[in-house]
């Protein structure tokens, strides 16, 4: 028998509608058009939506029915795509109406246009019986035959200010739907997901004017629903990031570059609208985590944060990462990804030249306000530090709104300019004479003065920083914490096919011996000596390339790998996940860090199995536990390079056993996982609560 297509599938997710479907489903077969199929989709409802529309269904063969477990409405609505047969497809909400002669109208206008699309409006009802219209675009088609490409009625419903991006009260070609992968995404706001790619994609749009599409305002519907604006708003920075994503990687033309680029500023303004109007009314207890744009802050600092904020519960805190000094940027940025937010508040333009005392503290004050005008006074607020340099802030939030502050101590001031010799600060901090002491003397004491003033806990990553908190800073013990850094286990087995393919992903050839540094390019890190060191014995070990991953002073290195360049590869930052398959293909690892506080380049390779060669600094030296589980060497005051490059020629010599990788990925997991580091934060967030 021959199968006959629909004129149009008209598609019906419903979920819990109960009180309304039996109105809705009478409408739809009601038409005047009767060639539709209609396709309901019950979403795993809890009520009797589903026995009502199968008692239409009895009555009406071109009724189907989907039988879904709950998805949420964008699964759904992609399943009655998936199920649709035919010419046109039609959305009806099951709490909605529509005219009798809806799908009529639309119809002969689709087919006189040859519409890829035709956008109708929505006529918006409330319970009063009063209602306003949604969705007028005469302005964009000022003439009842007008047929335009979709880029430009984009533009044009932009520019008028008549886009609606409602998928309700339009029809669409469904070939056409399907060849351009038309979908729907989110959890709330999915047809703002679907309208900006159907714009983009459609070759033929027309309008069909006329109220027929009834849409209920009430406040069981999913977008109206108290407690959901962080949900819309972690739906609309979704939308956000993949539209400019998308628009970044396809549009060329400036006009239709522009109307998207309005569109997103939109949906984000939105989406920190929605979360701002959660945060003032919620009680949970608020944490801001803050930091401060910089290299640290891209490398180790960052990644402690992120590590951070997995040991809180989004559902049962507000969290909220604050980023100073943010730069490229006039305006505060704001986006809000698995249930936290963050800030990035940038220097304005006049205290770019140059800071003061005075000015210094004006920025704190705008930051704290600008960010305690939108929290309820009565909240429990806790604020975790990063840099001693934020004082005025953590002062502010600890007078004003009361917050428990916490501080991790990630590196020192003193400790950069020495380099970690901690025997020469205590005779500087004793009697500083040079003018340059008394500098690096003056930030010791501001250090020690944040952590003594602002400070309810102070956080050691590693047992050495504990000591000379104590010792040298005079931090009372009972405010000191020790929690050593923890890390999410990313580590994946390669079989020997797996790491040959790798190989040849990233151009090495089979008997190209590999070793690997990864970090900042700066002189702490002693990556320019570890250049050097390598250049010396490149005549010796032929075979061997050095991979450097990461930024900072290019120049410099590249200067040192004079004329030896094609032997050193400088992949700049690259992804985690690239730099683990690098892992898994080199022979070692060179952790050259003059001063280290703790040493997570170390323990991140020691868990992908990596052996390493450290130098004997105090946090690495922790991290290989004194060389039993790494190699350790010690630079040489006056000849640095020779040192290092004595323990290379050993390390490619084979004169260090090559440690048991699985000891080494054994000795991360029992002292510096992130289970255990989840434990001991949340332990310290109650013990300054007094619980």
């Not at 009406?60 to 035919?86: C, M, Q």
């Not at 999913?222 to 407690?227: A, C, D, F, Y």
């Not at 700066?522 to 990556?527: I, N, R, T």
């Not at 014995?537 to 991953?549: G, M």
Request: aromatic share 12%; proline share 4%; charged share 25%.
């Amino acid at each position: 028998m021959e199968t006959i297509t629909p004129k149009i599938s008209v598609l019906i997710p419903a979920y819990n509608a109960e009180a309304y479907i039996d109105e809705c489903l009478s409408s739809v077969r009601e038409q005047t058009l009767a060639d539709i199929e209609i396709i309901v989709a019950d979403d795993g409802s809890t009520d009797n939506t589903l026995q009502r529309a199968e008692a239409h269904a009895a009555v009406d063969g071109r009724i189907r029915l989907l039988r879904l477990s709950h998805r949420g409405v964008s699964p759904t609505r992609n399943a009655l795509l998936a199920a649709a047969e035919g010419t046109y497809v039609g959305f009806v909400d099951s709490d909605d109406t529509v005219a009798p002669d809806a799908f009529e109208q639309l119809y002969r206008r689709a087919e006189a246009c040859r519409a890829d699309m035709v956008i109708g409006s929505v006529l918006y009802c409330r319970a009063d019986g009063s209602s306003y219209r949604m969705g007028d675009r005469s302005k964009t088609f000022p003439g009842e035959s007008d047929v335009l490409d979709g880029k430009e009625c984009f533009c044009r419903l932009m520019e008028n200010d008549e886009y609606v991006p409602m998928v309700c009260g339009s029809l669409y070609r469904r070939s056409w739907v399907k060849a351009h992968g038309l979908h729907f995404e989110c959890a709330t706001h999915d047809d703002e997901f679907f309208t900006p790619y159907a714009f983009y994609a459609a070759g033929r749009v027309a309008y069909c004017p006329g109220d027929f599409y009834f849409y209920r305002l009430h406040n069981a519907s999913l977008v109206h629903t108290p407690g959901r604006l962080r949900e819309q708003a972690a739906a609309l920075c979704l939308i956000t990031g993949r539209l400019k994503s998308f628009i970044d990687g396809q549009l060329a033309d400036e006009e239709v570059k522009n109307a998207y680029e309005s569109l997103i500023a939109d949906l984000q303004r939105r989406a920190q609208q929605a979360y701002e109007q959660a945060l003032a009314a919620s009680t949970r207890p608020c944490l801001f985590i803050v930091s401060g744009e910089s290299m640290a802050n891209q490398y180790g600092v960052g990644t402690y944060i992120s590590q951070l904020t997995r040991c809180f519960d989004p559902s049962a805190w507000d969290i909220l990462i604050l980023t100073l000094y943010a730069r490229q940027q006039q305006v505060v940025a704001w986006k809000y990804e698995d249930g936290i937010a963050s800030y990035g508040i940038p220097t304005p333009p006049a205290l770019q030249g140059g800071w003061s005392e005075n000015n210094e503290k004006q920025y704190y004050r705008n930051v704290f306000y600008f960010m305690a005008s939108r929290i309820p006074s009565e909240r429990a607020v806790y604020c975790h530090f990063n840099f001693t340099s934020h004082y005025e802030l953590a002062k502010l939030f600890r007078e004003k709104l009361r917050a428990k502050v916490l501080f991790t101590l990630h590196y020192t001031e003193w400790g950069l300019h020495l380099l970690g010799d901690r025997r020469k600060m205590e005779q500087i901090v004793a009697g500083p004479e040079t003018a340059w002491e008394k500098q690096v003397a003056g930030r010791f004491e501001s250090e020690r003065k944040f952590m003594l003033d602002c400070c309810d806990k102070v956080i050691a990553i590693a047992r050495h920083s504990y000591d000379m908190l104590r010792d040298m800073y005079g931090i009372p013990r009972e405010k000191i914490a020790y929690i050593p850094n923890g890390m999410r286990d990313d580590y994946v087995e390669r079989t020997a096919e797996e790491r040959e393919a790798l190989r040849a992903k990233y151009g090495f050839g089979k008997q190209e011996r590999l070793v690997v540094y990864a970090g900042r390019l700066s002189p702490e890190k002693g990556v320019a000596e570890l250049v050097e060191a390598f250049g010396k014995l490149r005549d010796t070990f032929p075979e061997v390339r050095l991979v450097v991953a990461g930024t900072g002073n290019f120049t410099g290195c590249m200067e040192k790998a004079n004329p030896f360049w094609s032997r050193v590869v400088f992949t700049g930052f690259i992804p985690k996940e690239q730099l683990f398959e690098l892992y898994a293909i080199a022979e070692f690892g060179v952790v050259p860090s003059v001063y280290e506080e703790f040493g997570f380049v170390a323990a991140e390779m020691m868990m992908n199995k990596l052996p390493v060669l450290v130098n004997q600094t105090t946090g690495l030296r922790e991290i290989v536990a004194e060389g039993e589980y790494g190699a350790m060497f010690c630079f040489d005051k006056e000849h640095k390079v020779e040192s290092l490059q004595a323990a290379l020629a050993k390390m490619l010599s084979g004169g260090y056993p090559q440690r048991n990788r699985d000891a080494g990925r054994k000795r991360i997991l029992g002292n510096y996982v992130l289970e255990d580091f989840r434990t001991r934060i949340n332990a310290v967030y109650r013990s300054v609560n007094g619980l």
